[in-house]
């Protein structure tokens, strides 16, 4: 399980990101993904009947994120915003100005289990360092399987 870890010490903020089975529908490979957001003492949580899914063929929307989020660390870009195509959650990450990152990560409150996007969400937003964004990229990429991401260290 891939976990992204605030730089907050007392009330910590984590978000979660589990791979799940795959599903092949026709010619196209999805995976379910389980997402956990907790801040404090909140906790949000995907459901156990509910399909939150990412396309792994013909696109492949893991490596795609695994990929911007190694531009992020490596500070050839500035922001990530990830949704996959059936859009129960969104992911955003931004580079501030005082060298931190932003994350910002939402649940929609329909996708997923009525197959409507309906924009309403729950959510997160926490700020995190290049030390824990880095842990996290390559605990995703191990965790769905998608080769080491190129990360420059740290530093």
């Not at 059936?86 to 932003?102: A, C």
């Amino acid at each position: 399980m891939a976990q992204l870890m605030s730089e907050e010490v007392d009330t910590p903020s984590i978000l979660m990101v589990s791979p799940g089975p795959k599903k092949q529908i026709e010619d196209q490979d999805w995976q379910y993904v389980t997402i956990d957001l907790i801040s404090g003492r909140r906790d949000i949580h995907t459901l156990e009947n509910e399909d939150v899914l990412v396309c792994r063929r013909p696109t492949d929307e893991i490596v795609q994120l695994v990929e911007a989020l190694a531009k992020l660390v490596a500070k050839d870009q500035d922001q990530v915003i990830f949704e996959p195509s059936e859009p129960s959650f969104e992911l955003s990450f931004s580079r501030t100005r005082r060298g931190g990152i932003k994350v910002e990560a939402w649940l929609d409150a329909g996708n997923g289990i009525s197959g409507i996007c309906t924009w309403d969400a729950a959510g997160i937003r926490f700020y995190t360092n290049e030390e824990h964004l880095t842990s996290f990229v390559k605990e995703l990429a191990q965790d769905f399987q998608v080769g080491e991401p190129k990360l420059k260290p740290v530093g």
